[in-house]
């Protein structure tokens, strides 16, 4: 793409791509998808304010967002386009279980060594649950795959770790 792209994200079965791009050149980043195989890219996004940080679900019929609009927040938009669905205010990298069901993400600023939160909530909605205490910088959550487990970064003495919690 000409201009600014960023974020990748690859479908489970390998046959997409999620971006962020301000390929439109209306000046803001949105979501696009496509073909790993070629072809054009879709747009998903259309908002004015900046979408970044795409997630797939497992099963390739969804993405995840980090939308700026009132507010910035997560979203959750169809992989074949249509109107996105805030999911929670706030939150930074979303990510989908590996069954699906529940979205892990973090708050706070990721480039920060103050406290940071994660959390992980439903994909139908309900109550965010916070699973790790409060941690200098904590940011980007991961998946174990057995989904019983969050592994994320956190500081410490001004490095960088990588932290496991349990769901339990």
């Not at 079965?13 to 803001?28: M, P, T, V, W």
């Not at 795409?54 to 938009?77: C, K, L």
């Not at 480039?111 to 980007?140: D, L, Y």
Request: aromatic fraction near 8%; charge should be negative; proline fraction near 8%.
């Amino acid at each position: 793409d000409s201009g600014l792209t960023t974020d990748p994200a690859l479908s489970p079965d390998g046959k997409l791509l999620a971006y962020a791009s301000d390929r439109s050149g209306e000046g803001n980043l949105d979501i696009w998808v496509r073909q790993i195989a070629g072809g054009e890219p879709m747009r998903l996004t259309s908002d004015p304010s900046d979408d970044s940080e795409p997630s797939f679900s497992p099963d390739g019929s969804q993405v995840a967002f980090r939308g700026e609009r009132a507010g910035g927040g997560i979203y959750i938009v169809s992989a074949l386009g249509g109107e996105a669905r805030l999911l929670v205010k706030e939150g930074r990298s979303p990510r989908f279980s590996p069954s699906g069901d529940h979205i892990a993400y973090c708050t706070g600023n990721p480039n920060s060594t103050r406290g940071g939160r994660i959390f992980v909530m439903p994909v139908g909605g309900g109550g965010a649950r916070q699973v790790a205490a409060e941690s200098p910088g904590a940011a980007r959550p991961v998946w174990l795959p057995d989904g019983k487990y969050l592994a994320f970064a956190g500081m410490r003495e001004s490095r960088e770790y990588i932290y496991v919690v349990s769901l339990a």
